[in-house]
C-alpha cells in the first residue's frame, strides 16, 4: 500500500541538494536521507534554545500566542462542534490549550518528540502529551474527531504511513487538517535553495496540491478543501525567500525572529548592520508579499498548502 519512492525522476538539483519525484506517488523527496535518519535525535532539544526559554515577554511571542489562538478558532470553522482533537508534532501546545480553554473541547492531545516542548505543553499547560513518533504512541483507534498536522508531514519519513494511521486514529468521518509548504509555490522556481519552505536541514518531502490530493483519497479520504494561503506564514515565506535571494543572506530575518529572546542587539556587529539594512526592505515587501498570496488564495500557486479531508464514513 505504501509507496517506497522506487521509480524517480530528477525534479532538482541545488549544491549539495538533489530532489526527485517519485513516479508513482507523486511525491517529491529530499536525498539527503536516504541513509535513513533519527527524527528523535534531530528534535530532542529542537525547542529549547529558541522557543521555550527566555523568550516569553518578547512581541515575537505574543504575535505567535495569537497566531496559535487563531488556529485554535480555524480549526472550530473547519469542525464546528467537535470536542476531541490530536495535534501532531504539537509545537508547545498552545493551539490544543485554546481549543480546550475557548472551543469546548474536552481531550486535546499531541505528539511531540522534542523533549522540551513535550515537558512544557503537559506541565504549564496541562495537555495530555506522547512523547513518541505517531507510530509509537499507542493510541486507541476511533478516538479523535479532528487530527491536524501543522507543518509536520514534509518532515516524516513515511508520510504515507502517517495518511493510514490518523485514519485508524480518526472516528468515521473525522476530519484531517494539513498544512505544509507549497512545491508549486510562485516564488519557489525563481529563488531555488533560497525558498524558506525548502528547509533542506529539516524538510524530507515536499507536495504539490495534486500529489497530496491523489495520496489522501488514495487512502480512503474524502478532499473537502484545498487552498493555499496562510495567514500565519504565506507572506513571510515570500518575503524572506525573495530577500535571501536579493540580499544574499540566508534567511536574516527568520534567524533572528527564531532566537528573539536570547538578547536582541548582542548579535555580533556584521549581524546587526545587515539586519539594519534588511528590515526596511523587508518591510516594504511585506505588503506587496500580502497581497500576492491573497490573489493566489484558491489558486495551486500561494505559498502554503492547506487541505482538509474526511476520514472514510465506514470503517
Ligand atoms: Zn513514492
Not at 68 to 89: E, N, V, Y
Not at 164 to 190: C, D, M, Q
Not at 279 to 295: D, K, T
Amino acid at each position: 500500500m505504501r509507496c517506497e519512492h522506487k521509480r524517480r525522476t530528477r525534479s532538482a538539483e541545488y549544491p549539495g541538494l538533489t530532489l526527485w519525484t517519485c513516479r508513482d506517488c507523486g511525491f517529491v523527496f529530499s536525498d539527503r536521507w536516504s541513509g535513513g535518519f533519527d527524527p528523535k535525535k534531530l528534535y530532542d532539544s529542537f525547542y529549547d534554545q529558541n522557543e521555550i526559554v527566555g523568550r516569553f515577554h518578547s512581541p515575537v511571542e505574543i504575535v505567535i500566542r495569537l497566531f496559535r489562538l487563531f488556529r485554535a478558532f480555524k480549526i472550530w470553522t473547519i469542525r464546528p462542534g467537535a470536542r476531541s482533537i490530536l495535534d501532531i508534532g504539537s509545537g508547545r501546545g498552545f493551539m490544543l490549550y485554546y481549543l480546550k480553554r475557548f472551543f469546548g473541547y474536552r481531550r486535546a492531545a499531541g505528539t511531540q518528540i522534542s523533549r522540551g516542548a513535550c515537558e512544557f505543553s503537559r506541565r504549564t499547560l496541562g495537555l495530555e502529551m506522547y512523547h513518541d513518533d505517531l507510530p509509537e504512541c499507542g493510541l486507541e483507534g476511533g478516538s479523535f474527531e479532528v487530527v491536524t498536522l501543522w507543518h509536520v508531514l514534509e518532515h516524516i519519513l513515511d508520510p504515507e504511513g502517517y495518511l493510514e494511521e490518523i485514519k485508524r486514529l480518526l472516528v468515521p468521518g473525522g476530519r484531517l487538517v494539513v498544512e505544509v509548504p507549497n512545491f508549486l509555490s510562485w516564488t519557489k522556481a525563481y529563488t531555488g535553495l533560497d525558498w524558506l519552505g525548502l528547509d533542506p536541514d529539516y524538510h524530507v518531502h515536499f507536495f504539490t496540491p495534486e500529489a497530496l490530493t491523489a495520496a489522501l483519497r488514495k487512502h480512503g479520504y474524502r478532499v473537502r478543501l484545498v487552498h493555499t494561503f496562510s495567514l500565519e506564514y504565506s507572506a513571510f515565506i515570500s518575503t524572506q525567500s525573495l530577500i535571501s535571494k536579493w540580499t544574499r543572506t540566508p534567511n536574516l530575518v527568520f534567524r533572528a525572529l527564531q532566537t528573539a529572546g536570547e538578547g536582541q542587539g548582542q548579535g555580533k556587529r556584521p549581524e546587526r548592520v545587515r539586519m539594519g539594512r534588511t528590515l526596511p526592505l523587508f518591510a516594504a515587501l511585506f505588503p506587496l508579499c500580502l497581497i500576492a498570496n491573497l490573489l493566489l488564495f484558491g489558486t495551486k500557486r500561494g505559498e502554503v498548502l492547506l487541505v482538509v479531508a474526511d476520514s472514510p464514513a465506514v470503517k
